[in-house]
């Protein structure tokens, strides 16, 4: 430690570094200027994340997360319009959702297939994704996969599983990059590729 | 014109430093084994994806002892445009910078292509099937930069495919999704392949040459080319695959016959003369195909390229190289070896001094 600041300084600043987008340079910037602004910024940040940590859960139905037990695009009936759009993280359902344009339901596998990483169909949540398309009178699964390897290789899996069941099965259009991921790219592009999409 | 204008290197392999801007002739390095003649070679190689002519790890890269990681800084002018690339490694993988853009690595191959020949190449007709294919593989890229994202792609998918095969996992719908991915890019592989081959034998015999015309063949492991016989091969072979515990046939088993055409020789059984001929031939027919459909011939890298070629084929090589204008990047120990070049190529005089290595251009 080169600036001895305490040990709780020191240790709110080690775990603000391990965030993603932050260093431990802009971590210490972040910390000081949270405490020079305690009551603007320490102390709501503080209250806040007891909250989020307290409520803050994976969605029964779609593994998106909020602080409810099922979220408020699974909740809300007007979403309920045969559309499911398969992502693998949350991150990626909040940058569909950034874009306002698809009106669906969602599902998050939390992963990609990869047997070398030891990631199987059961680590993710292909098998329920299968039961909520059959139970919920799905017309349309959009994939929404990245375009790696691996992304590839699990958009083919679940088309075998779902084929064969009625369902409409369409992916985003190309034009996102190889190893792109959806997080990354800006709402035109995650708009254009979802209005463009093709069967699968 | 495809040419490395200016060239710098800070702690790579044994050049602590080095800054030399050559002009658009045959490079010539020359100086004693060990001096760093080949470790200058590799440092052009890395101008172009993957990991350079040795195929080196990057962290072996680096200069010992001081492993701070290494750099090269290179001022590319390709088809009339300049490009500056800079690419390093701090001791993990190694990241490359297109005109001050964050690019990733097959990105260079749009620009650059590079071909390059090295000693232990000199074997390549008698070892294994994977170093010829390696070679059909560098000589395809030069031709299509995107075979080596199929390439890439087509190991990816198989990679996993062996890994679910070793733990004998009994998931058809896996297998499935990743041999239709392999399948996909195995007959993007072949079609690539295959067009290499196409223009390698025109550009070997459209033209007078003084080196022997090689008749070349891809051997594949089996009668699935296309993407729907790839795939159906993949699916009937899961249950020996498993057995073997890999993949056993695909384009990543084919393998490249040459024959010496006008004696009706296989490669193999040539003299070690008439082998690096056979070799010279390919990589002088690559360039000239190139320099038809890409509009320059590549940069090419000749390692040690006097070994086993008497001074008329040498003479002979050098004519057509200065004859496609081609910019060549060759070493060797002695500067008589390349005495017919008269002034058509730079000479660059490399050697040790203090545990680093030095250039001075003579
Ligand atoms: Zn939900």
Not at chain 2, 45 to 67: F, H, N, Y
Not at chain 2, 104 to 111: D, F, V, Y
């Given at each position: 430690m080169q600036e001895r600041a305490g040990r709780e300084i020191e240790q709110l600043v080690d775990l603000m570094a391990r965030l993603p987008g932050l260093g431990p340079r802009s971590a210490r910037r972040a910390v000081l200027q949270m405490i020079k602004k305690r009551g603007q910024l320490l102390e709501p940040l503080a209250k806040s994340i007891a909250e989020v940590s307290a409520t803050a859960r994976e969605c029964m139905a779609c593994g998106n997360i909020s602080g409810l037990e099922t979220c408020a695009i699974c909740n809300d009936p007007a979403r309920q319009n045969g559309e499911m759009c398969i992502v693998e993280d949350v991150s990626d359902l909040w940058a569909m959702e950034r874009t306002s344009l698809f009106k669906g339901t969602y599902h998050v596998l939390g992963g990609v297939l990869s047997a070398l990483d030891g990631v199987g169909p059961d680590a993710l949540r292909i098998p329920r994704l299968v039961e909520r398309v059959h139970q919920h009178n799905i017309s349309e699964v959009i994939l929404a996969l990245n375009a790696t390897i691996d992304g590839q290789t699990t958009a083919h899996y679940i088309v075998d599983q779902i084929e064969g069941s009625n369902v409409r099965i369409t992916s985003l259009a190309q034009g996102v990059p190889i190893g792109g991921e959806l997080d990354y790219l800006d709402d035109g592009t995650i708009s254009a590729a979802l209005k463009a999409r093709k069967a699968f | 014109m495809l040419a490395v204008r200016s060239l710098r290197l800070s702690h790579f392999r044994s050049y602590q430093s080095l800054d030399i801007t050559p002009d658009t002739r045959p490079v010539v390095l020359f100086g004693a084994n060990g001096a760093g003649k080949t470790n200058l070679l590799e440092a052009v190689?890395?101008?172009?994806?993957?990991?350079?002519?040795?195929?080196?790890?990057?962290?072996?890269?680096?200069?010992?002892?001081?492993?701070l990681g290494w750099k090269i800084w290179a001022e590319l002018h390709s088809l009339g445009q300049t490009h500056q690339i800079v690419t390093s490694s701090e001791g993990g993988a190694r990241t490359v910078h297109i005109d001050e853009k964050v690019t990733?690595?097959?990105?260079?191959?749009?620009?650059a292509r590079l071909v390059w020949l090295v000693p232990v190449m000199d074997r390549?007709?008698?070892?294994?099937?994977?170093?010829?294919?390696?070679?059909?593989?560098?000589?395809?890229?030069?031709?299509?930069?995107?075979?080596?994202?199929?390439?890439?792609?087509?190991?990816?998918?198989?990679?996993?495919?062996?890994?679910?095969?070793?733990?004998?996992?009994?998931?058809?719908s896996w297998y499935a999704a990743l041999e239709t991915q392999m399948a996909r890019f195995g007959a993007e592989i072949n079609t690539n392949r295959d067009f290499?081959?196409?223009?390698?034998?025109?550009?070997?015999?459209?033209?007078?040459?003084?080196?022997?015309?090689?008749?070349?063949?891809i051997e594949h492991t089996s009668q699935a080319v296309s993407a729907d016989d790839l795939e159906l091969a993949f699916a009937e072979d899961r249950i020996r695959d498993m057995d073997a515990g890999r993949t056993l046939s695909g384009p990543h088993r084919a393998d490249l016959r040459a024959v010496y055409a006008a004696k009706e020789m296989e490669a193999r059984l040539c003299s070690t003369g008439e082998q690096k001929a056979l070799l010279v031939s390919l990589i002088l027919a690559n360039a000239r195909a190139l320099a038809q459909d890409f509009g320059a011939p590549p940069i090419l890298l000749l390692d040690e390229v006097a070994a086993h070629l008497d001074a008329d084929r040498r003479a002979a090589l050098y004519d057509e190289i200065c004859e496609l204008g081609a910019q060549a990047w060759m070493s060797g120990t002695g500067p008589e070896l390349f005495e017919a070049f008269g002034d058509r190529a730079m000479m660059i005089e490399v050697s040790e001094r203090n545990g680093a290595s030095e250039v001075q251009i003579s």
């Open positions: - | 190689s890395m101008l172009s994806p993957g990991r350079g002519m040795r195929r080196a790890k990057t962290q072996d890269i680096a200069r010992t002892p001081e492993a990733p690595q097959l990105a260079l191959g749009r620009i390549l007709w008698v070892e294994g099937a994977a170093d010829r294919r390696g070679f059909l593989d560098r000589l395809t890229m030069s031709f299509e930069p995107r075979h080596a994202e199929a390439v890439l792609g087509y190991e990816k998918a198989m990679r996993e495919r062996n890994r679910l095969l070793k733990d004998r996992v009994q998931e058809p290499a081959v196409d223009r390698l034998t025109a550009a070997q015999t459209d033209t007078s040459t003084s080196f022997p015309v090689a008749d070349l063949e």
